[in-house]
């Protein structure tokens, strides 16, 4: 990872770690249990990619956020901690998520970021009951920006529980669930990962650009196709990962998918097809992004980090 983007991505993650911090509930009192379980699935380690998605599409408006940014081409008519917050409730649906996937009605999975999952560390109830609340002080937490138009404030709202849901992420889990052990054709993978994974990235980019209160119809045009291109991009490299990386490198047992009989870009389209289908996906996303300036580099670095990272 280059250096400047490592810087980049720390400050993004430190941005929305402070946030997390500061509205997740202590692990204390009668609840305790839950509560440290909440808190262990947000902080175990993720690489935060959603929060700098959100923070990075910010950017590409405004200017507010970037590492390298300097103070002329820095909009502080901005309200940023509206943008921590969008990129807080992205994250704490995230988490949700993986709690729920990871539990033995679903996935059954025992291992996530090289940790022991919710369920195992606790307990089936516990995980489930922390997934909940998590999802809940998601849209909590979008109820307290400020300084936008209450028609952007509902938008927001509804952006996350329909790429979050029925028209996104929860749709996308049960067609992958029903296609256990089923042959996918490339269409109808393509229809399952767009929901699956590539909904809350899209979810991520657009909000982020919307809590700015500043972004054209344009732009969120370009950053739709931008996030739609690289949202499928990253379920590739994804299933590259899963053939060419180790359980210890993944923090989640390798193999998995193909072990429980789920069709992957890989086994469709084999290792070399799969990788130059994720470069042209990468190279349409940056296309996206033309119409931006140099504010949008944290957007071009993260797409570029999507496509290469080993792990």
């Given at each position: ?152 404030v509902v938008e927001l709202v ?126 349409h996303s940056i296309t996206s ?23």
């Open positions: 990872m280059p250096a400047h983007l490592k810087d980049l991505l720390a400050e993004y993650s430190l941005e929305v770690d402070n946030q997390l911090e500061l509205i997740l509930p202590q692990a204390n009192g009668p609840a305790e249990t839950l509560f440290a379980a909440m808190r262990y699935s947000v902080f175990n380690g993720g690489k935060r990619l959603r929060p700098a998605l959100c923070f990075a599409a910010a950017d590409a408006i405004s200017g507010c956020y970037a590492y390298n940014a300097n103070e002329a081409n820095k909009a502080n008519t901005v309200n940023t901690a509206n943008i921590a917050k969008v990129a807080a409730a992205v994250e704490m649906v995230h988490a949700y998520s993986l709690i729920h996937d990871d539990l033995p009605a679903m996935d059954d999975d025992d291992l996530r970021r090289g940790q022991p999952t919710c369920h195992i560390k606790f307990d089936e109830a516990t995980a489930i009951l922390a997934g909940d609340a998590l999802q809940s002080l998601a849209f909590e937490q979008l109820t307290q920006l400020s300084d936008l138009p209450a028609a952007t509804a952006m996350l529980a329909r790429y979050g849901g029925c028209s996104g992420m929860v749709t996308g889990q049960a067609i992958d669930l029903a296609a256990t052990g089923e042959a996918l054709n490339l269409d109808q993978l393509k229809t399952m990962h767009n929901h699956k994974t590539g909904a809350l990235i899209e979810a991520a980019v657009l909000m982020g650009a919307m809590a700015t209160g500043a972004a054209s119809q344009q732009q969120l045009d370009a950053l739709k196709s931008f996030a739609q291109n690289i949202g499928l991009a990253f379920q590739i490299q994804d299933d590259i990962l899963d053939v060419e990386s180790s359980t210890e490198q993944l923090g989640k047992q390798q193999g998995s998918d193909v072990a429980n009989g789920k069709s992957t870009y890989t086994s469709i389209l084999g290792l070399e097809q799969a990788r130059s289908q994720a470069a042209e996906l990468y190279q992004l033309a119409i931006f300036d140099e504010r949008a580099e944290p957007l071009r670095q993260l797409a570029s980090f999507i496509v290469k990272r080993a792990y």
